[in-house]
């Protein structure tokens, strides 16, 4: 009970998934596809993460030294540059 479509069966079932890969590539990757809200919404919480992130570390080494309040701004200044970098980055891959 051999079938001998099976050869048959297998390359067209390989060029289905070489022809989906190709769609998914071309959507994924293309700058039309992006959305306005989904790119503004990316852009806020880069520069919102970066900036809680530096907060979180200047916190931390302000307690642990003892310098209350200067690690925290200069931390908070370097995430918001960082973040500031992101977005930067961002809009630079957008006009690529």
């Known amino acids: 009970m051999e ?8 390359s067209l079932l390989k060029s289905k998934i070489d022809q989906a890969k ?6 994924t990757h293309s700058p039309k596809f992006v959305s306005a809200s989904g790119l503004g919404f990316r852009i806020a919480t880069d520069l919102l ?11 931390v080494f302000d307690n642990m030294w003892g310098t209350k ?17 992101n977005v930067y ?6 006009e690529k």
């Open 3 to 10: 079938n001998k479509n099976i050869p048959e069966d297998l």
């Open 22 to 27: 190709e769609r998914k590539t071309k959507k």
């Open 49 to 59: 993460a970066a900036v809680v992130v530096g907060g979180a570390i200047g916190y």
């Open 69 to 85: 309040p200067i690690m925290l701004v200069i931390f908070l200044l370097l995430g918001g540059a960082a973040g500031f970098l």
């Open 89 to 94: 980055r961002i809009v630079k891959n957008i």
